[in-house]
C-alpha cells in the first residue's frame, strides 16, 4: 500500500507543471491509516462517499474499506483510469474475492464476480454498488446453503427411518460439504424409491398375515414362536419388512397351507368313510343327519368328530359282518362291470363265492374294493371312452333292427326320418371314436408296458369282432329272409297266391231250403239231419273241396266240377280267418244266397 503513495505524488507533481496551479481537493497523506484512527480528511472522505461516520466493527473488510475511500478519491479527482487507480482496483478485487472465498468455502460452485461486465454494461459503477450487490450476493448463498443443509438434514431422517424399516444401509454422502442441486435430487429419488418399496412390501405383509391368521384358525393354532408372535400380535408398523422377514413370513404361510391341505385331505377322506360305511350298514336318514353338522369344515375340532363317528361305525360293522361283505360284493359287481372285467377275471378273487363272513374276508373285499376303485379312477377316462362306443354300438344295432321291420313305414310324426338322420350320424361317428380309442389305447399301453383288455379281450380285437358278429348277423337274416321267400314262392305256387288286401264281406242272406251244389261230383244237401258238423251263423257248413297231391306229389290233382263252373282257388292254410278247422278238416262258414260254400 505504501508504495501506490509516491506514485500519487508524481501525478499530481506533473499535472501541477501541466496546468500551472494545483487542483482542489482533499489532501491525501502518504499511507493509510490503521484501523482505528483516521485524519479529518479520511473523516470527511467517507462522509461525502455515503459511509457512515463511525467504521465498522469488523476486522476482515478494515483494509478493504479503506481501498474503497482511496478508490473514490481517486475517481472524485478524475483519476480512476490511471495505472495507480488500475492497480487499485485490482487490489480491491483480489481482497474481495479473497474474502468472499472465506464466505463460501465448501460451495459446490464458485461465486461469480459481476464488477468488470457491471462496469462495462453501467459504465460508471461505484465501489459501494459493488460491495453492495457483493453482498446481496453473498446473503443469498448464505441462504441457498442454509437451504440445502436443512434439506440434506431432512432427507437423510427420513433415509434413516426407511432403512431401518427396511433393514436396508443409509445413502452415502458428504454431509461436511454443501451439496448440489443434482446430488439434493438423486438423494430425492433414492428416498422416494424407499418409500415405494416400504408401501409394496407393507401391501404383501398384510396379505400374508391375513392369509396366516385365517390359516391359523382353521388349524386351531396358536402362534408359538417369536416370529409367529411378531406376525400376529404385534402391531403391524412395528414390524421390520426387510427381504428376509418377508421370505420367512412366505414360508410360514406355505407350511400353514400345507398342514391346512394335509387336514381338508383327512376330514374328506373320513366323510367319505363315514358315507361308505352308512351305506353298507344301511343306517337310516335320521341317525346320519345327526352327524351332518361336522360333515363340513376342515377344523381340528371337526377331524375329531369325524373321527369318532368313524370309530362307531367301525365298531358296528364288526357286529355286522354278514350284511357289511354283501353290500361290498354288490360294489364289487358294479366296478367289475365299469371296468368291464371278463368271467375269468371275476372268478379269480375267490373270496367273493365263500360263505364264510368273517373279518379275514371282509378285510380282502376290503382290499379289492380299493384296488378295483383305484384301477378305476386311474383308466376313467378309457372306460368311458369304451362305454360310450359300446352304447353308440348298442343304438346302431337297433336302429340296423328296425330297418328289417315293415311296421316302421306305419310311424307317424317324422320318426323314420330322424331314426335315419340318427343312423346316419352313427355310421359317421363310430368309425371316428375307435380310432380315437386305438390312439389312446396305444399310448396307455407303451406307458403301461401292458396290454388293456376289455372283457378279457384287446380291445380293438372286440370291435372288429363286434363288427364280424353284425355282419354274419346281417347275413343269416338274408338267408331266412330269402328261405322264406322261396318256402312261401313253392306254397303259392302249390295253392296258389294270397290277396294282400283283404275283400269286402258280403252280408249274409238267409239260407233258403230245398236248394242243392254240387261240389267235385258230390251232392250235398242242407237238409241232412243227422250232420255231424254244427252250423255256422245259423247255416249248415260242408266241407270244402281239398286238393290232394298224386301219388308223385309233383302237381296237384284237378277235379272237374259240374255245370261247367271253375274250380275254386286254392288258399293257404290259416290265411282266411273264417276258415275253421275241425276235426283236422278245413271248413268254410261263408253263406251266400243259401248256398256254403
Same mark, same amino acid.
Given at each position: 500500500?505504501?508504495?501506490?503513495?509516491?506514485?500519487?505524488?508524481?501525478?499530481?507533481?506533473?499535472?501541477?507543471?501541466?496546468?500551472?496551479?494545483?487542483?482542489?481537493?482533499?489532501?491525501? $497523506?502518504?499511507?493509510?491509516?490503521?484501523?482505528?484512527?483516521?485524519?479529518?480528511?479520511?473523516?470527511?472522505?467517507?462522509?461525502?462517499?455515503?459511509?457512515?461516520?463511525?467504521?465498522?466493527? @469488523?476486522?476482515?473488510?478494515?483494509?478493504?474499506?479503506?481501498?474503497?475511500?482511496?478508490?473514490?478519491?481517486? &475517481?472524485?479527482?478524475?483519476?480512476?483510469?490511471?495505472?495507480?487507480?488500475?492497480?487499485?482496483?485490482?487490489?480491491?478485487? /483480489?481482497?474481495?474475492?479473497?474474502?468472499?472465498?472465506?464466505?463460501?468455502?465448501?460451495?459446490?460452485?464458485?461465486?461469480?464476480?459481476?464488477?468488470?461486465?457491471?462496469?462495462?454494461?453501467?459504465?460508471?459503477?461505484?465501489?459501494? &454498488?459493488?460491495?453492495?450487490?457483493?453482498?446481496?450476493?453473498?446473503?443469498?448463498?448464505?441462504?441457498?446453503?442454509?437451504?440445502?443443509?436443512?434439506?440434506?438434514?431432512?432427507?437423510?431422517?427420513?433415509? &434413516?427411518?426407511?432403512?431401518?424399516?427396511?433393514?436396508?444401509?443409509?445413502?452415502?454422502?458428504?454431509? %461436511?460439504? *454443501?451439496?448440489?442441486?443434482?446430488?439434493?435430487?438423486?438423494?430425492?429419488?433414492?428416498?422416494?424409491?424407499?418409500?415405494?418399496?416400504?408401501? +409394496?412390501?407393507?401391501?404383501?405383509?398384510?396379505?400374508?398375515?391375513?392369509?396366516?391368521?385365517?390359516?391359523?384358525?382353521?388349524?386351531?393354532?396358536?402362534?408359538?414362536?417369536?416370529?409367529? /408372535?411378531?406376525?400376529?400380535?404385534?402391531?403391524?408398523?412395528?414390524?421390520?419388512?426387510?427381504?428376509?422377514?418377508?421370505?420367512?413370513?412366505?414360508?410360514?404361510?406355505?407350511?400353514?397351507?400345507?398342514?391346512?391341505?394335509?387336514?381338508?385331505?383327512?376330514?374328506?377322506?373320513?366323510?367319505?368313510?363315514?358315507?361308505?360305511?352308512?351305506?353298507?350298514?344301511?343306517?337310516?336318514?335320521?341317525?346320519?343327519?345327526?352327524?351332518?353338522?361336522?360333515?363340513?369344515?376342515?377344523?381340528?375340532?371337526?377331524?375329531?368328530?369325524?373321527?369318532?363317528? *368313524?370309530?362307531?361305525?367301525?365298531?358296528?360293522?364288526?357286529?355286522?359282518?354278514?350284511?357289511?361283505?354283501?353290500?361290498?360284493?354288490?360294489?364289487?359287481?358294479?366296478?367289475?362291470?365299469?371296468?368291464?372285467?371278463?368271467?375269468?377275471?371275476?372268478?379269480?378273487?375267490?373270496?367273493?363265492?365263500?360263505?364264510?363272513?368273517?373279518?379275514?374276508?371282509?378285510?380282502?373285499?376290503?382290499?379289492?374294493?380299493? &384296488?378295483?376303485?383305484?384301477?378305476?379312477?386311474?383308466?376313467?377316462?378309457?372306460?368311458?371312452?369304451? /362305454?360310450?362306443?359300446?352304447?353308440?354300438? =348298442?343304438?346302431?344295432?337297433?336302429?340296423?333292427?328296425? *330297418? $328289417?321291420?315293415?311296421?316302421?313305414?306305419?310311424?307317424?310324426?317324422?320318426?323314420?326320418?330322424?331314426?335315419?338322420?340318427?343312423?346316419?350320424?352313427?355310421?359317421?361317428?363310430?368309425?371316428?371314436?375307435?380310432?380315437?380309442?386305438?390312439?389312446?389305447?396305444?399310448?396307455?399301453?407303451?406307458?403301461?408296458?401292458?396290454?388293456?383288455?376289455?372283457?378279457?379281450?384287446?380291445?380293438?380285437?372286440?370291435?372288429?369282432?363286434?363288427?364280424?358278429?353284425?355282419?354274419?348277423?346281417?347275413?343269416?337274416?338274408?338267408?331266412?329272409?330269402?328261405?322264406?321267400?322261396?318256402?312261401?314262392?313253392?306254397?303259392?305256387?302249390?295253392?296258389?297266391?294270397?290277396? =294282400?288286401?283283404? +275283400?269286402? =264281406?258280403?252280408?249274409?242272406?238267409? +239260407?233258403?231250403?230245398?236248394?242243392?251244389?254240387?261240389?267235385?261230383?258230390? %251232392? @250235398?244237401?242242407?237238409?241232412?239231419?243227422?250232420? +255231424?258238423?254244427?252250423?255256422?251263423?245259423?247255416?249248415?257248413?260242408?266241407?270244402?273241396?281239398?286238393?290232394?297231391?298224386?301219388?308223385?306229389? $309233383?302237381?296237384?290233382?284237378?277235379?272237374?266240377?259240374?255245370?261247367?263252373?271253375?274250380?275254386?282257388?286254392?288258399?293257404?292254410?290259416?290265411?282266411?280267418?273264417?276258415?275253421?278247422?275241425?276235426?283236422?278238416?278245413?271248413?268254410?262258414?261263408?253263406?251266400?244266397?243259401?248256398?256254403?260254400?
Amino acid at each position: 500500500m505504501g508504495q501506490l503513495l509516491p506514485g500519487y505524488s508524481r501525478a499530481r507533481k506533473k499535472s501541477s507543471r501541466t496546468r500551472g496551479q494545483r487542483p482542489p481537493g482533499p489532501a491525501f $497523506s502518504g499511507a493509510l491509516p490503521g484501523p482505528g484512527r483516521e485524519s479529518p480528511p479520511q473523516t470527511a472522505a467517507r462522509l461525502e462517499a455515503g459511509l457512515p461516520e463511525e467504521p465498522r466493527d @469488523v476486522a476482515p473488510i478494515a483494509g478493504l474499506l479503506r481501498l474503497w475511500v482511496r478508490f473514490e478519491i481517486l &475517481q472524485k479527482h478524475n483519476r480512476s483510469r490511471s495505472a495507480e487507480g488500475s492497480e487499485v482496483e485490482g487490489t480491491c478485487s /483480489r481482497y474481495l474475492r479473497s474474502s468472499l472465498r472465506g464466505e463460501g468455502r465448501g460451495s459446490a460452485r464458485p461465486p461469480t464476480w459481476p464488477f468488470r461486465h457491471e462496469e462495462k454494461e453501467e459504465g460508471e459503477t461505484t465501489i459501494l &454498488q459493488l460491495e453492495k450487490d457483493l453482498r446481496t450476493q453473498v446473503e443469498l448463498m448464505r441462504k441457498q446453503k442454509k437451504e440445502r443443509k436443512q434439506e440434506l438434514k431432512l432427507l437423510q431422517e427420513q433415509d &434413516q427411518e426407511l432403512c431401518e424399516i427396511l433393514c436396508m444401509p443409509h445413502y452415502e454422502i458428504d454431509i %461436511t460439504s *454443501v451439496p448440489s442441486l443434482e446430488e439434493l435430487n438423486q438423494f430425492r429419488q433414492h428416498v422416494a424409491t424407499l418409500r415405494e418399496t416400504k408401501a +409394496s412390501r407393507r401391501e404383501e405383509f398384510v396379505d400374508i398375515k391375513r392369509q396366516i391368521i385365517l390359516c391359523m384358525e382353521e388349524l386351531d393354532h396358536t402362534p408359538d414362536t417369536s416370529f409367529e /408372535r411378531d406376525v400376529v400380535c404385534e402391531d403391524e408398523d412395528a414390524f421390520c419388512l426387510s427381504l428376509e422377514n418377508i421370505a420367512t413370513l412366505q414360508k410360514l404361510l406355505r407350511q400353514l397351507e400345507v398342514r391346512k391341505s394335509q387336514n381338508e385331505a383327512a376330514c374328506e377322506g373320513l366323510r367319505a368313510q363315514i358315507r361308505e360305511l352308512w351305506d353298507r350298514l344301511q343306517i337310516p336318514a335320521e341317525e346320519r343327519e345327526a352327524v351332518a353338522t361336522v360333515m363340513t369344515g376342515s377344523k381340528a375340532k371337526v377331524k375329531k368328530a369325524l373321527q369318532l363317528e *368313524v370309530d362307531r361305525l367301525e365298531e358296528l360293522k364288526m357286529q355286522n359282518m354278514k350284511k357289511v361283505i354283501e353290500a361290498i360284493r354288490v360294489e364289487l359287481a358294479q366296478y367289475w362291470d365299469q371296468c368291464f372285467y371278463s368271467q375269468e377275471q371275476r372268478q379269480a378273487f375267490a373270496p367273493y363265492y365263500t360263505e364264510d363272513y368273517t373279518e379275514d374276508v371282509l378285510q380282502l373285499h376290503d382290499a379289492e374294493i380299493v &384296488q378295483l376303485r383305484n384301477y378305476y379312477e386311474v383308466h376313467k377316462e378309457l372306460f368311458e371312452g369304451v /362305454r360310450k362306443w359300446e352304447e353308440s354300438w =348298442r343304438l346302431f344295432l337297433e336302429f340296423e333292427r328296425k *330297418v $328289417s321291420d315293415p311296421s316302421r313305414f306305419r310311424n307317424r310324426g317324422g320318426n323314420l326320418l330322424k331314426e335315419e338322420k340318427q343312423r346316419a350320424k352313427l355310421q359317421k361317428t363310430l368309425p371316428k371314436l375307435e380310432e380315437e380309442l386305438k390312439t389312446q389305447i396305444e399310448m396307455w399301453e407303451q406307458e403301461h408296458a401292458k396290454a388293456f383288455v376289455v372283457n378279457g379281450q384287446n380291445f380293438m380285437e372286440y370291435v372288429t369282432e363286434q363288427w364280424e358278429l353284425h355282419r354274419l348277423e346281417k347275413e343269416k337274416a338274408k338267408q331266412e329272409r330269402q328261405l322264406k321267400n322261396k318256402k312261401q314262392t313253392e306254397t303259392e305256387m302249390l295253392y296258389g297266391s294270397t290277396p =294282400r288286401t283283404p +275283400s269286402k =264281406r258280403r252280408g249274409l242272406a238267409p +239260407s233258403t231250403p230245398g236248394k242243392v251244389r254240387k261240389l267235385n261230383t258230390t %251232392t @250235398v244237401s242242407n237238409a241232412t239231419a243227422n250232420s +255231424s258238423i254244427r252250423p255256422l251263423f245259423g247255416g249248415t257248413v260242408y266241407r270244402s273241396p281239398v286238393s290232394r297231391l298224386p301219388p308223385s306229389g $309233383s302237381k296237384p290233382v284237378i277235379t272237374s266240377t259240374c255245370s261247367g263252373r271253375k274250380t275254386p282257388r286254392g288258399v293257404k292254410h290259416g290265411a282266411n280267418e273264417e276258415n275253421l278247422e275241425l276235426n283236422g278238416s278245413i271248413l268254410s262258414a261263408r253263406t251266400f244266397k243259401g248256398f256254403q260254400i
